[in-house]
C-alpha cells in the first residue's frame, strides 16, 4: 500500500456486471454525522485547511446463506459465503455502515482495476476449503488488505467501480437525508420552544 499510486492502462467504464447493492446496514450518529464523513467520500477539503480523513474498508466477518452449500475443496468460489465489509473513516469509526459481498464482487472489481490501471494491489487468490476456520481468516484478512489498499490509493479510491462496490455514493445520498431531516426536527424543536416562550410571558 505505500508504493505509488495505480496509473490508469486505458479508457474504461463500468461494467454492467458490477456487484449488486444490497441494503445497507448503518450505525450512524446522526448528529455529529458528517461533515468528516461526506468530505472522505468526497475527496473534499475541510475548511479548516486539513486533508479529507481516509476512508477504511475493513472485512470484518463472513455469513453463510441458509440453504446454499458452501464450495468444495479448489473451487475458491465461496458458494453461500458473504463477506461483511465495513466502512468507516479514519478519524471516525462510530459513522460507519456495512455491506455484504461474495468473492466473486471483489472478483469482478479486481478484473476491472487491472484492465484500467497499471499497479492495482493483488487479490488473495481462489484455491481453498471454504469449511477450514484457518482459510477462512486468511482470506478475510487479505480482502481487508486488499480493499485498505485501494481506499489509500488516491487515484483507485476515486474510481467509479470502487465506490459502486462499496456503495459511497448511497451512503452519501443516506447522510444527506438523515442531516436534512434533524435540520428539520431542529427548527420544529425551535419553533415549539418559541411557542411555549410566548405562552409563559402571556400566563405571566
Known amino acids: 500500500p505505500g508504493g505509488p499510486s495505480a496509473r ?15 441494503s445497507l446496514s448503518y450505525c450512524c450518529n446522526h448528529a455529529h454525522m458528517s461533515t468528516l464523513f461526506l468530505a472522505a467520500v468526497n475527496g ?33 468460489g465461496g458458494a453461500g459465503l458473504y463477506w ?16 455484504r459481498r461474495r468473492y466473486r464482487h471483489f472478483d469482478a472489481l479486481n478484473t476491472q ?17 471454504m469449511r477450514d476456520k484457518d482459510f477462512l ?3 478475510r484478512a487479505g480482502l481487508t488488505t486488499y480493499l485498505r489498499a485501494i481506499t489509500l490509493d488516491p487515484i483507485l479510491s476515486q474510481h467509479e467501480d470502487v465506490r459502486s462496490f462499496l456503495e ?3 451512503a452519501e445520498q443516506l447522510f444527506n437525508k438523515l442531516q436534512e431531516k434533524e435540520h ?6 425551535l419553533e415549539k420552544d418559541k411557542a411555549l416562550e410566548a405562552q409563559r410571558k402571556r400566563v405571566t
Open 137 to 139: 481468516e486468511k482470506r
Open 184 to 189: 428539520f426536527l431542529n427548527l420544529s424543536m
Open 84 to 99: 461483511t465489509v465495513q466502512i468507516s473513516t479514519s478519524h471516525d469509526g462510530f459513522n460507519a455502515y456495512r455491506i
Open 168 to 170: 459511497l455514493s448511497s
Open 8 to 22: 490508469r492502462r486505458q479508457p474504461h467504464s463500468s461494467s454492467a456486471g458490477s456487484p449488486p447493492s444490497p
Open 113 to 129: 482495476l487491472k484492465a484500467a490501471f497499471n499497479g492495482v494491489p493483488e487479490l488473495p487468490g481462489k484455491g481453498g476449503f
Open 44 to 76: 473534499a477539503t475541510l475548511t479548516n485547511g486539513h486533508a479529507a480523513p481516509t476512508i477504511t474498508a475493513e472485512v470484518i466477518g463472513h455469513e453463510e446463506e441458509e440453504g446454499v452449500a458452501l464450495g468444495s475443496p479448489g473451487s475458491g
